[in-house]
């Protein structure tokens, strides 16, 4: 399961309402930043300060991973990070969603409430939308070994504040936060960089709202 | 595998087509400030407690000013990531000291303006549920209800969508030019008379009072920068729209608080606004339009009342919450709400403060109009006034470090001409303090406002400092905004060897 998958089996309340659990722009800003951060597991690309740049253009093994390769291949003038956290944002819910429908993870149930179009997303197996957030809590709460893939993870929950929805026990903050604080500490340049542009353009996200 | 291939600047298009165009600025930074609110509300009361009739050339000496200002603080606004708050161009320009003090002041300045609002909206509601529903409630009773509307909706985030914003503001200006034609078309004693208008009245004793309410009539101005990133182009769009705002607005109310002297006559205005207050512009509408016009205007007068609630509640809490997120206050001010966004501590700490002052006034019997609504809002406007002059010198100080980035014009010469003015409109301001007020000259409020101000400013200071020895990681992001959660404060000139394209566009320029 990709880091984006992930992100978005967190982000929403896929073992039981449907519902999302964080607000949509800062939803929207995590699953790129995820996306991002796929490319840059794979060693495609790497991220360093404000810019962004293709190391490696050969394919990755998923179709929406490869098309946001190729489309940075295309335009190598857009180097900076929030360019392409925002461009990615404008889609990446239903692209990330859909890519969950195809693995057979997830199904999408629409419904109206009066002229409003409301999608709720459920996982087919309650087992797998539950799972990455425990997963995340228990990593952080025990302070386990975390591949880069894990930090990436943990570090968007914390940047786009989703940290204290999954972390339920209160008593257990305190000590996934300083967890995290060490770990960011050892967590490869690329996925500091790329989680930090995440924590702040949600940061922006609060300050230039409008509705 | 599909993969579409693009050609053109499909990211820069695909972006631009979510942003916004002048026009749609210009209605942002006009909604939050609130039209009819100023000139129903502010315009009216400062004739009655100053006694001096200059309002209306004060109006636009002070556009002329803020224009001028405005060419180095767009300049600026270029150079800037996040480029939201005041304080932010303080740090940069004077020291992240003097950055702290600007915070400082700016939070007492816009909690001040906002609290203010709920004082004008007893005055504002009462002639019409009087109308409609036979009862007079407490002004008192009027702004809690209304406080816990707004406390609601900032926590919730709900904020009251553009467009209707946007329709609210037309129908307020449609509604003042409406007014203002009709004052003009009926001049007091059949002669039209120019004298408030006079560029003498700004030597007139008393002038600096004026110019502090002019000031607030223009807070808001300064939004403008923070659609920086959501504007198609920044080097154009936000300047335009900056410039358009400031001489709608001079315009507007310059118009509009000379109409009613026309109306009254110069010389009658002082003692008309003493004793109708907020209703003087209805009932000058009243004696030559329909009943229903009115009665319209009435209603939009609470409605721009309430948006300003809402609009400087929400730039309340967002002040605090950008302090929150560079530590400048503690870091549980920094929080949001998971579910909406909103930056929940700030909208609760916002909220907190609101109802104890609703509570203060109401329980030592003060009056809401003068010493709620009009003290807050010129305090906070005298706020918002010593703000605009910190950055003003802060403009000239970041671009003297930086001679090539701009052309003279942008750099020097206007920021240095709009110091100047503004620092004289400060000293004048100081100095009548008394007659922006109303009180005596002996009165320690004409002191202890003004020095609200320099304790705010020294905490700042003080706070500073001590930032700077405990926690010295927080000391060096302050003023960066954006910049501070990815730690980019250090100059970019260290990169890994040879690996990043020429053309790469740095935010930070």
Redesign the interface.
């Known amino acids: 399961m990709g880091l984006a998958d992930e992100f978005f089996l967190i982000a929403w309340d896929t073992a039981g309402s449907g519902a999302?659990?964080?607000?949509?722009?800062?939803t929207a800003l995590g699953l790129a930043g995820a996306l991002l951060g796929e490319l840059a597991l794979a060693q495609r690309i790497t991220v360093?300060?404000?810019?962004v740049?293709v190391t490696d253009p050969r394919?990755v093994d998923n179709?929406l991973g490869?098309?946001i390769l190729?489309?940075m291949v295309?335009?190598?003038?857009?180097?900076?990070v929030?360019?392409?956290l925002?461009?990615l944002a404008?889609n990446s819910v239903e692209e990330v969603a859909a890519r969950l429908i195809d693995g057979g993870l997830l199904r999408a149930a629409e419904s109206r409430v009066l002229w409003r179009k409301n999608v709720r997303y459920l996982a087919t197996n309650y087992v797998n939308g539950a799972w990455p957030a425990v997963r995340v809590e228990k990593m952080l709460v025990n302070g386990d070994r975390m591949t880069p893939s894990d930090m990436a993870l943990a570090a968007l929950v914390e940047a786009t504040?989703?940290l204290?929805?999954i972390l339920l026990d209160r008593r257990d903050r305190t000590a996934a936060r300083r967890y995290l604080a060490t770990f960011m500490a050892t967590i490869p340049p690329p996925l500091r960089?790329l989680t930090?542009?995440v924590?702040?353009?949600?940061?922006?996200?609060?300050?230039?709202?409008?509705? | 595998?599909?993969?579409?291939?693009?050609s053109g600047?499909?990211?820069?298009t695909?972006?631009a087509a979510?942003r916004l165009g002048v026009p749609s600025v210009v209605y942002?930074v006009l909604s939050a400030a609130a039209p009819l609110t100023v000139v129903a509300g502010v315009v009216t009361t400062s004739y009655a407690v100053t006694g001096i009739t200059g309002l209306p050339i004060a109006f636009l000496a002070v556009g002329a000013v803020l224009a001028l200002f405005s060419v180095g603080y767009v300049a600026m606004a270029r150079h800037m990531v996040?480029a939201?708050a005041f304080y932010s161009y303080i740090s940069r320009g004077l020291g992240r000291p003097c950055g702290v003090a600007g915070a400082w002041i700016a939070l007492v300045a816009y909690n001040a303006l906002q609290v203010g609002l709920y004082g004008a909206l007893g005055a504002a509601a009462s002639p019409l549920l009087d109308q409609w529903l036979g009862v007079r409630p407490a002004w008192w009773l009027i702004a809690l209800v209304a406080w816990a509307l707004i406390a609601v909706l900032g926590v919730m985030?709900?904020?009251?969508?553009?467009s209707i914003l946007a329709i609210l503001l037309t129908a307020e200006v449609l509604v003042i030019l409406l007014f203002d034609a009709t004052d003009l078309v009926n001049p007091a004693g059949g002669a039209v008379s120019l004298s408030a208008l006079s560029p003498g009245e700004l030597f007139a004793p008393g002038v600096g009072a004026l110019l502090v309410i002019a000031v607030l009539g223009f807070v808001g101005f300064e939004s403008s920068v923070?659609?920086s990133?959501?504007s198609r182009d920044p080097r154009r769009t936000v300047p335009a729209a900056t410039f358009t705002a400031v001489a709608i607005i001079a315009v507007l109310y310059a118009v509009s608080s000379w109409a009613m002297t026309v109306a009254t006559g110069p010389g009658r205005i002082v003692e008309v606004t003493r004793r109708d207050g907020p209703e003087t512009i209805f009932n000058l509408a009243g004696a030559h339009l329909s009943g229903t016009v009115v009665d319209i205007a009435r209603v939009l007068f609470v409605t721009s009342l309430f948006a300003a609630m809402i609009s400087f509640h929400n730039t309340t809490a967002?002040y605090i919450?950008?302090l929150g997120?560079e530590r400048v206050l503690p870091a549980v001010f920094?929080?949001?709400?998971?579910?909406?966004?909103?930056?929940k501590s700030g909208s609760l700490a916002q909220s907190v403060f609101g109802c104890a002052v609703i509570i203060v006034y109401a329980a030592l019997g003060l009056d809401p109009l003068v010493q709620l609504f009009f003290y807050g809002g010129t305090f906070g406007g005298f706020g918002v006034l010593l703000l605009i002059t910190a950055t003003s010198v802060s403009v000239i100080m970041f671009f003297a470090r930086r001679p090539a980035e701009e052309n003279a014009w942008r750099r020097i010469v206007a920021p240095v001409a709009s110091t100047v003015a503004l620092a004289i409109i400060v000293y004048l301001a100081v100095a009548n303090f008394a007659t922006l007020l109303g009180v005596d000259p002996t009165s320690p409020l004409r002191w202890a406002l003004p020095a609200a101000y320099v304790v705010a400013a020294i905490i700042g200071v003080a706070w500073a400092l001590v930032l700077s020895l405990t926690q010295p990681d927080v000391y060096a992001k302050i003023g960066l905004?954006?910049?501070?959660?990815?730690?980019?404060a250090t100059p970019?000139g260290f990169?890994?060897a040879g690996?990043?394209?020429r053309?790469?566009?740095?935010?930070?320029r």
């Open positions: 999302p659990l964080l607000h949509p722009r800062a360093w300060r404000a810019e740049r394919p179709a490869h098309r190729h489309e295309n335009a190598p003038e857009h180097t900076d929030r360019t392409w925002a461009y404008r504040g989703l204290d929805t960089d930090g542009h924590r702040a353009a949600v940061g922006d996200a609060v300050l230039s709202y409008r509705a | 595998m599909t993969v579409r291939t693009r600047d499909n990211i820069a695909a972006l979510d942002f996040n939201g985030r709900v904020e009251v969508n553009g923070v659609f990133e959501e967002r919450f950008a997120r920094g929080r949001t709400s998971v579910r909406t966004g909103a930056p905004g954006a910049e501070a959660a990815t730690g980019q970019a990169r890994p690996n990043m394209p053309h790469a566009r740095s935010r930070t």
